[in-house]
């Protein structure tokens, strides 16, 4: 092919080159996501080892078939487009094969290759391809788990040290001794709480002569609320659980608590492990009668939410954000690499793509947001009632509004009726918009809001009151199938805000209008901040709202000072002010007065009032149930009205509420599978399911599309926790004892797969995986047989003749020394200073302060908060953790970046962690506070030592260090020994 030709073909493509690759993309990441892909789809039927035909003898299918290349020679000179055999075929050049012979690569694959090529030919696939259904299930993790014996080892009772003991005995290893009773403790109560004992709880046990005195210890830490507090922890760094969104726009998500304080509970609760999954994945379709339980949900809403992209790119926000969630719940629950297999099936594993985007068609019917939630479950119950009768009054369900309970309360209301004062809805006689909208009075004598829906709004209407007198008048904002959301207010997300509510009186032959002063106003609903009263305040800034609660109907009830005696004749004049803007006016409206008390009174449409007016005996069958069915909405509407609102959770559910607005996605979207993840070319429809590699379970679920999105939920959870899946329970005895050894059996415990590590033991590992599977699924039982191991108790110091063989002790022939995590640190600091909160459960705790950013994200100052304010020294579980901005202190001690998932935390060792520790003003600030808790009661330098040695190391101090930190207490005060003592090795490791 001529120079001039590629040339000419390089520059039409510059708009591809330009837009194709990303700043932060790799070599082998653009082969993989751009390149790979082409020869995949036009290469490989004719040159891969999966198709059986390697015609001219060259495959494509790896990096070795192109560079030994066919009977022509190698294909790709890398760096030489001009040279390589490939691109002249591709580009169909004279007297050159053309290649694929039916019909060419389109010009922007052409580029793709061309720039491949002449960018060196990166290609990361470096071993021959093997046929992943042929290794399907030829892998550790997906072979069916089956409960091992276990060996028959002298002097090891228990079955973690038998299985430990057989690899050791081949080894020629012996366990270390046992450790000591203070190390003993330490160890324990920093595993299981996160939390250092005081000295007394240490002198305690190691003057316990119980034989059973460790035993009763494990008992004790298990049995504390503590213990929750601590391995939730371990649960929301797996999952990337936070309190802010993340990306760009990183909002902070005020109700995400509710989830952590559940977390908690739960492990602290020790639920069997299947249930806590279930209730994750679908508490919702699962448990729907334990709506208090609902709280799990906020699983769903855990991982991250680009609010910039949702705006601007929403197709490929949904892809994305349903992407982040299909992470999330197969590297946390089945420990599989799912997303690798996004744009294309898995290179290692045997995951096809088509089972990537089945569990995105799980997902396809949710949307992240606040959802309501019932937490009473009394509460839950009555609302659920009410709902049902709500239910079967729209549209009247004959069979229901005839049953015996409910005609025995339309009967009560008609017994009430002729002692209870009525509402009479006003009809419109004049009415005008200043906005410019088109007003339609509705046969019901509301005014509906059309047309072109104006920023602002002032409503006038004028009509006459057939009652001659009032004491209160009533607004009811309507909902109408027309209106956004179905309002009640013409806001995109069907909200409103009513700024000011004037009424005025004209009586016959008086010139000047009366103005009706209002005494108080009440709603049924109000939006935080936007309550009624600032209706009626005389300041058009303020107003009436009815966020979250859009969708629904809402009525404000205006008391007047005094009764208003009205003529015939009189006109009474509305003017209803909405000037918040942002379309935020009513979009249907009705006015009704009463002269009765407010509280008491009732409305009555004329053709309710008609019915009424005929004989119970005398009525239709369709009158009575017209009755019926207003009766029971207005007595459920009151009944719920009662009923304390529902609380706030962040999760996903098909209907939410976050900063874009209302959330509804009615059915589950469409979900195709993409081909090379490019949402501009969709495939085949992928149907619900979730990882075929799992041969036991069908990989696809028996949904019908019809069904409610919360099916295809309940059917996953089924899968992950059904007892022929070995991922699941392995993945989660994989967890528990990394956290306990600071590396799982599998180093690797989000993936099982072959890009992971293999189980050191894996007959250890798949018999504490049946415990799991096949008992109560009790975590607690699992940490229970775990510490009360000899090889748990061991002493951590190495050995010689243990390093030369196990230079990673994966072997476990001691017990591995863990530095304290961020967390730990900051609680320990609080404990032996005396600060420590032991609060439980409410909103996150910021530790810093804050004001607005240049756009959604504020600004955040962790070097300006109050230490010593009521809420700060609550244990670090309870901090807001904010994803894009992190704290300092946390940020130096290896606190994960929980934009990602955190299987594991490293655990650095810098100048920069050493100064943090030294000199962060919380170090300084608890430092001093140790000091004069050391201090008190006492003015000998040596006790105050001594002392605070006691409460940072939990153990007496020895002449010798009493000599060495004497003279520093005396030449820079004892403040300068706290600093020291809690940055100190002891302080930070744990043995």
């Known amino acids: 092919m001529p120079r001039s030709l590629l040339r000419w073909l390089l520059l039409l493509s510059l708009p591809f080159l330009w837009a194709a690759p990303s700043p932060a993309e790799t070599p082998d990441e653009f082969f993989s996501a751009e390149v790979e892909p082409i020869l995949r789809d036009h290469c490989y039927p004719c040159h891969s080892h999966a198709s059986g035909t390697m015609k001219g003898g060259l495959t494509l299918d ?28 591709i580009l169909r ?16 694959e052409q580029v793709i290759l061309v720039r491949w090529v ?31 014996a276990v060996p028959d080892v002298p002097g090891s009772a228990n079955p973690v040290d038998a299985f430990l003991g057989q690899r050791l005995q081949a080894a020629s290893l012996t366990r270390s001794p046992t450790a000591d009773r203070r190390t003993l403790i330490r160890r324990l109560a920093l595993d299981l709480h996160g939390l250092p004992p005081t000295y007394e709880e240490t002198e305690a046990f190691v003057s316990d002569s119980r034989a059973d005195a460790y035993e009763q210890l494990v008992e004790r830490l298990l049995a504390s609320p503590r213990y929750g507090q601590r391995w939730a ?25 509710r989830f952590r304080d559940y977390v908690i509970d739960q492990f602290n609760n020790d639920i069997p492990w299947s249930r806590f999954v279930r209730e994750q994945l679908a508490a919702d379709v699962l448990y729907p009668e334990a709506q208090h339980n609902w709280v799990a949900l906020g699983f ?39 997303q690798c297999a996004r744009c294309h099936d898995h290179k290692f594993d045997p995951i096809p793509q088509a089972d990537y985007y089945a569990l995105q068609a799980v997902f396809a019917g949710i949307g992240k947001g606040n959802i309501p939630f019932e937490p009473d479950p009394a509460a839950a119950a009555r609302r659920r009632t009410w709902e049902q009768w709500q239910q079967a009054a729209s549209p009247p369900q004959p069979e229901r509004l005839g049953s015996p309970e409910a005609r025995q309360m339309v009967a009560e209301w008609e017994s009430r009726l002729p002692a209870l004062p009525q509402w009479t809805t006003l009809m419109p006689d004049v009415f005008l918009s200043a906005g410019g909208a088109t007003l339609q009075r509705l046969e019901d004598n509301s005014l509906l809001s059309g047309g072109t829906a104006p920023e602002k709004e002032t409503l006038t209407v004028t009509t006459s009151s057939p009652l001659r007198q009032i004491s209160a008048l009533r607004l009811d904002v309507l909902t109408d199938d027309s209106l956004p959301q179905r309002g009640p207010g013409r806001a995109a997300n069907g909200n409103l805000h009513l700024t000011e509510f004037q009424a005025q009186l004209f009586r016959e032959g008086q010139p000047e209008p009366l103005k009706i002063a209002i005494a108080r106003a009440v709603a049924d609903f109000d939006q935080d901040g936007w309550t009624i009263q600032h209706a009626i305040d005389g300041k058009p800034a303020t107003g009436w709202g009815v966020h979250p609660q859009e969708g629904k109907s809402h009525s404000a009830v205006f008391e007047l000072a005094e009764p208003l005696s009205l003529g015939p004749a009189d006109r009474l004049v509305f003017t209803i002010h909405q000037d918040h803007g942002r379309q935020h006016i009513i979009g249907r409206l009705a006015l009704a007065v009463t002269n009765g008390p407010p509280g008491d009174a009732v409305v009555i449409p004329a053709a309710i009032a008609g019915i009424l007016a005929v004989p119970e005996q005398q009525r239709t069958a369709e009158q009575s149930l017209t009755l019926a069915a207003w009766v029971i909405q207005r007595r459920a509407e009151d009944e719920l009205r009662r009923l304390p609102p529902p609380q706030q959770l962040y999760a996903a559910a098909p209907i939410a509420q976050n900063e874009r607005g209302l959330i509804t996605i009615a059915t589950p979207r469409e979900i195709r599978i993409l081909k090379r993840g490019n949402l501009e070319q969709p495939g085949d429809v992928a149907t619900p399911g979730s990882l075929s590699a799992v041969t036991a379970l069908s990989a696809r679920f028996a949904v019908d599309p019809r069904q409610p999105e919360s099916v295809r939920r309940g059917a996953l959870a089924d899968w992950v926790v059904d007892r022929a899946n070995p991922l699941t329970w392995r993945s989660i005895a994989n967890r528990v004892w990394h956290h306990h050894f600071g590396t799982g059996l599998c180093d690797t415990p989000s993936d099982f ?33 775990i510490c009360l191991s000899e090889t748990y108790r061991q002493q951590s110091a190495s050995r010689p003749e243990v390093t030369a063989v196990d230079p990673d002790n994966r072997l476990l022939a001691r017990m591995p020394a863990q530095r304290l995590d961020a967390d730990a640190y900051r609680d320990a600091v609080l404990q032996s200073s005396g600060r420590l909160n032991n609060q439980q459960e409410g909103p996150a705790v910021s530790h810093f302060s804050s004001r607005p950013g240049a756009q959604l994200t504020p600004y955040l100052d962790y070097g300006d908060f109050d230490w010593d304010g009521p809420q700060a020294t609550r244990r670090s579980i309870y901090r807001v953790v904010w994803r894009g901005i992190p704290d300092p202190v946390f940020d130096a001690l290896d606190f994960p970046d929980l934009g990602l998932l955190a299987p594991t935390r490293g655990f650095s060792a810098s100048p920069l962690q050493a100064l943090t520790l030294l000199n962060n003003r919380f170090a300084l600030h608890h430092a001093r506070h140790l000091a004069r808790r050391s201090q008190s009661g006492t003015t000998d330098v040596n006790g105050q030592v001594a002392a605070a040695i006691r409460h940072t190391w939990q153990r007496d101090a020895t002449p010798e260090e009493l000599a060495l930190l004497r003279p520093l207490a005396e030449a820079h005060g004892l403040e300068a020994v706290c600093r020291l003592l809690l940055a100190s090795n002891e302080f930070l490791f744990v043995d």
Not at 754 to 762: E, L, V
């Open 93 to 108: 050049a004279e007297g050159q094969r053309k290649m694929p012979p039916d019909e060419a690569l389109t010009p922007e």
């Open 118 to 148: 002449r960018e060196g030919a990166p290609d990361p696939r470096t071993t021959a391809p093997v046929d992943s259904q042929a290794i399907s299930t030829d892998w550790w993790s997906l072979r069916p788990l089956v409960r091992p």
């Open 753 to 785: 797969g072959r890009m992971g590590g293999q189980p050191s033991h894996p007959e250890l590992l798949d018999w504490l995986a049946c415990e799991l599977r096949d008992g109560p699924g009790s975590l607690k039982d699992l940490h229970r047989l």
């Open 62 to 89: 790896w990096r070795s078939g192109w560079e030994a290349g066919g009977s022509q020679g190698p294909a790709v000179k890398p760096g030489d487009p001009d040279q390589s055999l490939l691109i002249r075929a």
């Open 300 to 338: 769903l809403g855990a991982g991250t939410y680009d609010h910039s992209a949702a705006a601007t790119a929403p197709m490929s926000f949904e892809h994305l954000d349903r992407d982040d969630l299909v992470n999330q719940v197969t590297s946390s629950f089945v420990s599989s690499t799912a």
């Open 233 to 257: 922890r371990h649960w929301f760094d797996t999952i990337h659980f936070a309190d802010s969104h993340g990306f760009e726009h990183d909002v902070f998500r005020p109700h995400a608590w």
